[in-house]
Nanobody
Framework: QVQLVESGGGLVQPGGSLRLTCAGSGRTFSTYTMGWFRQTPGKEREFVGGIAYNGDSQIYAASVKGRFTISRDKARNMVYLQMNSLKPEDTAVYYC??????????????WGQGTQVTVSA
């Protein structure tokens, strides 16, 4: 089992950047596919992107492709979501998640508590 803690959320102006961090615990953390999701009130949780256990491949939702980048530091048990060119519609609670499945799957098993990102002038 793995425990996940997100940080780095906050208020940012449109066009700005923010980097979210997900800290993972457990000796097997480096073997998990890691993903990011987001959710706004009244809507279903939306897949943002994922990164393979070895960091060699990533996938992204069409809505964030070219603006968001996921990376991981296996030595530190960290996963990052770099968000650039932020838009008001990116406002949401962002969740980090872990999975045993390949990066092409959007089904995840373990979740963090979420961090709020607000994009507003």
């Amino acid at each position: 089992q793995v425990q996940l803690v997100e940080s780095g959320g906050g208020l940012v102006q449109p066009g700005g950047s923010l980097r979210l961090t997900c800290a993972g615990s457990g000796r097997t953390f480096s073997t998990y596919t890691m993903g990011w999701f987001r959710q706004t009130p009244g809507k279903e949780r939306e897949f943002v992107g994922g990164i393979a256990y070895n960091g060699d491949s990533q996938i992204y939702a069409a809505s964030v492709k070219g603006r968001f980048t996921i990376s991981r530091d296996k030595a530190r048990n960290m996963v990052y979501l770099q968000m650039n060119s932020l838009k008001p519609e990116d406002t949401a609670v962002y969740y980090c998640a872990a999975s045993w499945r390949p990066v092409t799957s959007t089904a995840y098993d373990y979740w963090g508590q979420g961090t709020q990102v607000t994009v507003s002038a």
